[in-house]
């Protein structure tokens, strides 16, 4: 019989996200920083802690690294970590095989999460999975990250705004792929498709709200210019690849954001709301 224990301190996560889960005999919830010990016996642990939107882990530099690296080494026992493409920061070789060491800036604003990452992933015996971007329900609404950006633009029949030149690349692996990889490492999971900027635009403005603009704002220079996995890895060892294409899941990413966007929109002045009223 499994019992779930699990442990969040609410920086990024959301209990509406654990809702159906909250009161199940087998689920327990803690609200806890990794950063501080906790006494626990558990037969694995799933290690996916760390803000991974730029906006949320360049608030706090220090507590990011802190979180990666102690948090990381408070742990013992079956550990399967969640690393990130961000260890291979703006790659030289497309796609990224985990052979790959990544073409690195250390003092790069980026470097509290992609040094964080890469350094605990040597010395202590641990699972690694490098997780390539992933989209779907559920994903905190203008974090930074395109796709959860994109959708609550269209939403609200605002421009989609996207960083110059527009050709620079991401890989999208839907939610339900994403967690159907699981074992030693480390092992690049993600899609190995690649969307250009632009060309992902063009598919929200399409399925959501084709009346709307592209914008190109000036971009910043920390931003990778290509970034998707060689998963031969996953799909030798694992028997694992990504099913759900992009239109496929979009949709699905709408009808969640939409669902949220109304519950912002109708939110007190006191509580967080969108930057400006929904058009739904």
């Not at 990024?12 to 087998?26: A, D, F, M, Q, V």
Request: charged share 25%.
């Amino acid at each position: 019989m499994r019992f779930v224990i699990f442990a969040d301190n609410y920086v990024t996560g959301s209990k509406e996200n654990l809702e159906k889960w909250i009161g199940h005999p087998r689920f327990e919830l803690i609200r806890h920083d990794v950063r501080e010990p906790l006494l626990i016996e558990v037969d694995r642990i799933y290690h996916l802690v760390c803000p991974a939107s730029p906006i949320f882990y360049k608030y706090n530099p220090v507590k990011t690294i802190q979180t990666n690296v102690i948090g990381t080494l408070s742990m013992s026992g079956v550990i399967l970590l969640t690393s990130t493409s961000e260890v291979y920061v703006d790659p030289l070789i497309h796609p990224q095989p985990e052979s790959y060491w990544g073409n690195v800036n250390p003092i790069g604003v980026r470097s509290c999460y992609d040094e964080g990452k890469a350094s605990v992933q040597h010395g202590i015996e641990i699972r690694i999975a490098r997780i390539f971007n992933t989209y779907g329900p559920r994903m905190n609404i203008d974090v930074g990250r395109v796709g959860s950006n994109f959708i609550p633009q269209a939403l609200r029949g605002d421009a989609l705004t996207i960083q110059k030149p527009g050709t620079q690349t991401r890989s999208f692996c839907y939610l339900s792929d994403m967690v159907e990889g699981d074992d030693t490492g480390p092992i690049n999971i993600g899609n190995p498709g690649g969307f250009a900027m632009v060309e992902l635009a063009e598919t929200v403005k399409e399925l959501i709200t084709p009346s709307i603009e592209i914008k190109m704002v000036e971009n910043t220079p920390d931003d990778p210019r290509q970034r998707k996995p060689d998963i031969s890895k996953a799909k030798e060892v694992l028997s694992w690849e990504p099913m759900v294409k992009l239109r496929e899941g979009l949709p699905l990413m709408e009808e969640n954001f939409r669902l949220k966007s109304k519950l912002y929109c109708n939110e007190s002045s006191t509580k967080k709301k969108m930057a400006q009223p929904c058009k739904l």
